[in-house]
């Protein structure tokens, strides 16, 4: 698709859409963080991708097959494990708190 002066009409309509998307990201960030963003757009690609290769038989060799792999694979799981809650460990001071010193003097 090429914009050009002949398709004002066709900016105009993408524009209000383009700023929303913007706004949604920037929701996304503020309330759920980063990882689970980068979740959702990669979820996105891969839906985009299986899409593209069922409706337009797009065939992926098995090298892709592998490589699309590894990259959601390791996406997914680095936000599994950041989404379990962290068991404390016996004997350190709770998150965030300041450890006392025994001899304040």
């Not at 309330?31 to 757009?41: H, Q, R």
């Not at 797009?58 to 936000?79: D, E």
């Not at 494990?81 to 998150?95: N, T």
């Amino acid at each position: 698709m090429c914009l050009t002066q002949g398709d004002d009409d066709a900016q105009l309509n993408i524009t209000p859409v383009a700023t929303a998307s913007q706004f949604f990201i920037s929701y996304t960030i503020r309330t759920f963080g980063a990882l689970i963003f980068a979740t959702i757009m990669t979820t996105r690609q891969l839906v985009s991708i299986l899409l593209s290769c069922v409706w337009f038989v797009h065939p992926l060799s098995w090298m892709q097959w592998v490589g699309a792999a590894i990259v959601f694979g390791a996406l997914y799981t680095k936000s599994f494990l950041r989404s379990k809650p962290q068991k404390p460990v016996v004997g350190s001071p709770p998150h965030g708190s300041i450890p006392s010193t025994a001899n304040n003097s």
